[in-house]
């Protein structure tokens, strides 16, 4: 698989490059644990810088900390060409994510990735659900529950309980997998006074696991799937917090990520064109990833993942390894995404 190649040169174009990630503030809630996940922005910084430093483009890092009149001020001396927008939040607050392009928009900036708007649905999980649910896209059943009593049943054991509005498995361990009232009940009041939010609730699919890899705008690319193989003998076979950040657990050495996945053309195409549908209807911008469980070869969408993690050991860098595209190269073709949206 190769990108589309452009007449002119980045380098030609003496372009100067904002780098933007939120700094490492410890969440206002949540485990203490969960600023483990936080680190990996930087970790993307990092390689964005290497590949720009290898691009031979000028560029330089905007941490967001706590003082958003000082990251404007400094946006406002440096003036960026175009930034590429790494930032997952503001504050220690998932929820400002969406305010940082709305932001870079105010300023007149080209920016990488997503619209505020995605940011915003994509972060909602259950208004993703509906949406996707309103097109036929399939997805797991599921309910919203500010707190138990809103239970209203209907959907059969197991069932899946995670927070309605974060991402990196933050709120998620093998108790997210629930079997009867009672565990229900203590999950839901789990992330109802931990997280501060609602649960949202889901039937648990049993089947293989997929992350789905776009690259692209008018006509996006489905990079190689990768499949998350689970040698856990017994269910819940899931990518819980330990799974994804904690190398030294028995959760992380269980869970292996293959790509790219062993399925049958047939199969594989139907996950492309689901994935493809999901990525489109929710407006994904440059780049994403779209999480899927297979079961009886029908591929349930469980999220759907704008501005996805794209540090080194990252899902969605290995795809891009799987399909022959350097690093580089995908900084570069992102770049001239935001660059031909202000010619437009």
Known sequence: ????????S??????????????LVKPSRGEDADYVSEAEVEDQAEAVQDALRKLDLQHQIFPLKDDIESFIRALKTYKPDV?????????????????????????????????????ALCQNKGLTKHILKAKGIPTPKHQILSNFEDWRRGIDYPLFVKPLSEDASLGISRKSFVIDDDELKSQVEY????????ALVEEYIDGKELNVAILGNEKPQVLPISEIVFEFSN?????DFAAKWFKESEEYKKTKPVCPAKLKPSIRDNVKRVALQAYELLHCRDYARVDIRLKDEVPYVLEV???PDISPDAGFVRSLKAAGISFEEFVKEIIFFALKRKTL
């Open 1 to 8: 698989m190769t990108l589309r190649r452009k007449p002119e």
């Open 191 to 198: 992330i109802n006074k931990r997280y501060k939010q609602p």
């Open 305 to 307: 993942n704008p501005n």
């Open 10 to 23: 980045l380098t030609a174009l003496n372009l100067k490059v904002g780098i933007l990630f939120n700094f």
């Open 235 to 239: 269910d819940p076979k899931i990518v």
């Open 83 to 119: 930034a590429i927008n790494l930032c997952e939040g503001a504050f220690g607050e998932s929820h400002l994510e969406m305010n940082v392009p709305a932001l870079l928009e105010l300023l007149g900036i080209p920016y990488t990735g997503s619209p505020p708007l995605t940011l």
